[in-house]
């Protein structure tokens, strides 16, 4: 059967520019989120950082200032050099120290820069503010980094993460069809937060494809951690050790050319949320199974039959018509840009539906692509889909 190369994928945490720079230019000073929730041009977070250095200046016991002044800093990278970046935030953190010693935001911000005492300053955190989310995000991959005895511990915070409802819904809906996407017992390598977080939420707090191996790419870089996740799943393998340590691109090569060959029935798959570099070498061998690319040396691999399965008959799409709540989070957007990597798959269940002469389901997919294509703001998605559909 053949196989499909994915013609457009919408980068799931891309910058988009949004009306907050016209309002900079007036002088307001706004929050400033994390990039899981909300990306914004480099430009911005520069402007903002002077904008809420001003407010701390004028109010310096306000928390929410330097809050906002780190996390802006941080993104803005005001300068090339890493080091003068580094001692730039170093700075602030030393300022808010002075100012707010015993605060949450002098605990959880000094967490972002000191890798070292990570785990402590999250704990800090959480003790000082214990309902909120921020540090659940860090407290869980750093106990799963940790060692033998803090898995559980990770399985806790887990579970305060999904008790706190800061994942969207739709977040974890789109993770439930990534997870759909993958065969019994495979193996997913995923990229950040927002395709990592909500899988495991939903394999470990409700027990949903737990036979699926999640590998973070930026976790498996430490390797004590990746020997553990990989005995745990059956998978008793270490990688060559001249893969240079941090070269995340020769470590998902070495890792697909070492597990797929002695584990043929422990698929290896690639969620569309990586960037392009992670599976060029295996483009060959790669197929669209839903929202994953399936590496499968054998090009007879029946990909459509796949799709029809999962997407037609797995996947939960309600959340497409109507995010429930959506309006409440605010990585709304981010999620509106990340479900744009449902046009693919969708659009070649049209195409065969329409070779196959079933019209009613082709106009069906095509629809919905053209649905999830406009809420994403994708103009030149749009203007494809009314071209070749």
Known sequence: MRRIVLFYVVAAFCSACS???????AGIAEKVYRRIYEARPQEWYRSQAK????????MPNRAEAWYNLYIATEYGHLSENEEENRAALQAILEDIKRALPNSYEYAYLSSRLHQDQELEFLERAHRIQPDNPEPLYGLISGNMLAGPGHYEIAEKYLQM??????????????????????????????????????????QIVKSIRRDVTVVNVSMAQHSDYLDRLLRQANLPIRLDADVPAGDKKKWADAFVVKVAPKYPDRTVCFAFTLEQRYFEKFEDSLFITGLVYQYSPDSRLDNLALLRKHVGKAFRLDNLSEEWYGEFYPAS????????????????LADHYRVSGDLAESKHWRDLSFAVAEKAGSKELVKYIRTNY
């Open 333 to 348: 957007s981010a999620i509106l840009r990340l479900n744009a990597n449902y046009v693919t798959p969708f659009l070649l």
């Open 19 to 25: 009306p907050a720079v016209a309002q900079e230019q």
């Open 51 to 58: 904008l809420w250095r001003a407010e701390t200046l004028r």
């Open 161 to 202: 993460l999904y008790d706190s409802r800061d994942i969207a819904p739709g977040l974890l809906e789109y993770n439930y069809n990534v997870l759909m996407s993958v065969p019994r017992d495979g193996i997913l390598l995923t990229n950040g937060d927002n395709d990592t977080y909500p899988a495991w939420v939903l």
